[in-house]
């Protein structure tokens, strides 16, 4: 079964958009083994919008373009798969992809053909240029057959932002992730505001078809295509960003340049605690505790039930000022009179406490506080 957990791996298009080519490509594969991001579970690597040509060829055929891939695109996912990685393309359900390329609207199962002959293991599948009067649910579906059809194990990797709730439907036309937003950008804002919109949406997202949040920003610092060239995010956002897609259980496809990336970021993305509460086999939502308390406004408390009776309580500061914020235990089941609690143990720092009297702690700006957590009565 594919997509049995949260798919991990790495992306070209938030650092290199368009600049993307086979020593590139060749590079990244070296670096997600050498650097253990491989050993880490990230296992795709997926090659974004720009390999092809302009314009299909006589026969009707998307042509990569050889300047950025001289040897064609088969060398490249045999250099990869000897990696012991796995390789993605990306396609779009319109007429056009995103940044202009011929796709795969009413050329579905000639290109799953081509995809599947090069050897490719994942598609990601967008939405631009949509035809006005095309039917969504319908387009999806033809690319999951196609590509069924070839008789290849595909990730289909669905991409239409959240049009028509996908969370309702994607699962049930084969697609093994669905990008629920519009594009994230190296920023807080970016970040917060598409979590926000799909902390209610989790419910459907589970082995076999994941809600995906989008690509990481961490390690980009303001460089790339999604970035302005303000710096980007700071290291304390990029850790509460990459804590928060593992506590929602959220594919990590990373965006940074994994060959070049700092100590801090590596030692982020490939962090064993962080990355098992994504990949929890139970792959449960987390459940959002709701005050409606003046001192709560921008703050965001969750428990998440991972197997083994354990669970992961986090507090998420989004406000740019330190406060001390506090986790109701009552609020999330563990009533006064159970006279139960929890041993925790701090996810960064390491640092570990028994509570019986709710959580308080202190939460840095735009910071996230994540605890592992055992249920114990006195
Ligand atoms: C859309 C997608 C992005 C990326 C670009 C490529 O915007 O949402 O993730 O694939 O297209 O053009």
Same mark, same amino acid.
């Given at each position: 079964m594919l997509a049995q957990r949260p798919p991990m791996g790495w992306n070209t298009w938030n650092t290199f958009g368009k600049d993307i080519n086979e020593e590139l490509v060749m590079q990244t594969a070296d670096a997600m083994v050498e650097k253990g991001y491989l050993a880490a579970g990230y296992e795709y690597l997926v090659i974004d919008d720009c390999w092809s040509l302009p314009e299909r060829d006589a026969d009707g055929n998307i042509v990569p373009d050889p300047e950025k891939f001289p040897h064609g695109m088969k060398y490249v996912a045999d250099y990869v798969h000897s990696k012991g990685l796995k390789f993605g393309m990306y396609s779009c359900a319109g007429t056009r992809t995103c940044a202009g390329y011929p796709s795969s609207y009413a050329h579905e199962y000639r290109d799953a053909r081509m995809f599947a002959e090069i050897g490719i293991d994942f598609l990601k599948y967008d939405f631009c240029y949509f035809p006005q009067h095309g039917d969504c649910k319908h387009a999806y579906i033809t690319m999951s057959m196609a590509l069924k059809s070839t008789g290849r194990e595909i990730l289909f990797s669905a991409c239409n932002w959240g049009k028509e709730e996908p969370w309702n439907w994607m699962r049930s036309v084969g697609a093994h992730m669905y990008r629920s937003t519009g594009d994230i950008n190296d920023t807080f804002v970016s970040y917060k505001d598409i979590l926000d919109s799909q902390i209610d949406k989790f419910a459907m997202s589970a082995p076999g078809c994941f809600n995906d949040i989008d690509m990481l920003i961490c390690g980009m610092y303001g460089k790339g295509f999604v970035s302005f060239n303000n710096g980007g995010c700071n290291d304390e956002e990029y850790k509460s960003h990459f804590a928060l897609w593992c506590l929602f259980g959220a594919p990590l496809m990373i965006g940074g340049d994994i060959r070049n990336m700092n100590d801090l970021t590596r030692e982020l993305l490939q962090n064993k605690?962080?990355?098992?509460?994504?990949?929890?086999?139970?792959?449960?939502?987390?459940?959002?505790?709701?005050? $409606?308390h003046w001192f709560d406004a921008d703050t965001r408390k969750f428990v998440k039930h991972l197997s083994g009776n354990e669970y992961v309580l986090a507090i998420f500061n989004t406000c740019p000022a330190e406060r001390k914020l506090e986790l109701s235990f009552d609020a999330i089941g563990v009533t006064t009179e159970s006279g139960c609690g929890f041993e925790l143990?701090?996810?960064?720092?390491?640092?570990?406490?028994?509570?019986?009297? $709710?959580?308080?702690?202190?939460?840095?700006?735009?910071?996230?506080?994540?605890?592992?957590?055992?249920?114990?009565?006195?």
């Open positions: 605690e962080l990355i098992a509460i994504d990949q929890d086999e139970e792959c449960r939502p987390p459940f959002e505790v709701h005050s $409606n143990r701090d996810i960064f720092s390491g640092e570990e406490m028994t509570r019986f009297d $709710n959580l308080y702690v202190d939460v840095p700006p735009h910071g996230v506080r994540m605890f592992r957590a055992k249920l114990i009565s006195k």
